[in-house]
């Protein structure tokens, strides 16, 4: 049996990232670790790289995340964006959204554990909730799909002139460009690239942001959304 690859020792750029919730940004980097390796949610390699590839590329995803805010990790995984971004902005609500049942696991046991009040663990997809979730200001993600498929699983969860924060690698630019087509036809009206991370991380993070107009998902997906809120209307009459 392989060897354990070893956790390093958080760097410095984490107090200054995680401050108050340092400590629980070092049990969240032992947890992924330890269990995470062994349920299979991240590759025993990642574990050197934690903080720098994982913890600290999405803590700095806060820099563009507005204030107040509701957000909805789409394809949550381990936690990632999510759970480090819940340790830097309690100012703000999270939803979890995983479809596996030992991930969405994994991430109660470590909400519970780090006393995440404001974050909550859903289970199920994207597609399949619509309607169903509040809608939430952001939507975020991090190496789930394709950004035209991403779209199609983050937009129709938003509120009108919500914005989707997707964190890319070097593809972020050719992502966009083939995505526009279905970007437009999913309500967006801008995009960009933004860098962020400047003295936290080398190279820094990639975001692409995806701003929509009053319809998020488009026509095809107000129709869905205005079913899906008879339905709940007729529910909730019973």
Known sequence: MTEAAELPPAPEQ???VFGDRFADAVRYAELLAEAGVQRGLIGPREVP????????????LSEVVPEGVTVCDVGSGAGL????????????????????????????????????????????RAEELMGKLPPVHV???????????????GIPLLRPYGEMLALK???????????????????AVETSILHVGEGIVDPLSTVVR?????????VRFAAKRAKAARTGRVRRRR
């Open 210 to 218: 995806v701003e929509v107009g009053e319809s998020p998902g488009g």
């Open 169 to 187: 690698g070097d593809t972020a630019e050719e992502e966009l460009k083939s995505a526009g087509t279905a970007l437009s036809k999913l309500g």
């Open 139 to 153: 939507v975020t993600a991090r190496a789930v799909a394709p950004l035209d498929r991403l779209a199609t699983w």
């Open 49 to 60: 790289r934690l903080w720098e590839r994982h913890l600290l590329n999405c803590a700095v």
């Open 14 to 16: 984490a107090r200054e």
């Open 81 to 124: 964006p999510g759970i480090p971004l819940a340790l830097v902005r309690d100012d703000i609500k999270i939803t979890l959204l995983e479809p596996l049942l030992r991930r969405t696991n994994f991430l109660t046991e470590v909400v519970e554990l780090l006393g995440l009040d404001h974050v909550t663990v859903v289970r199920g």
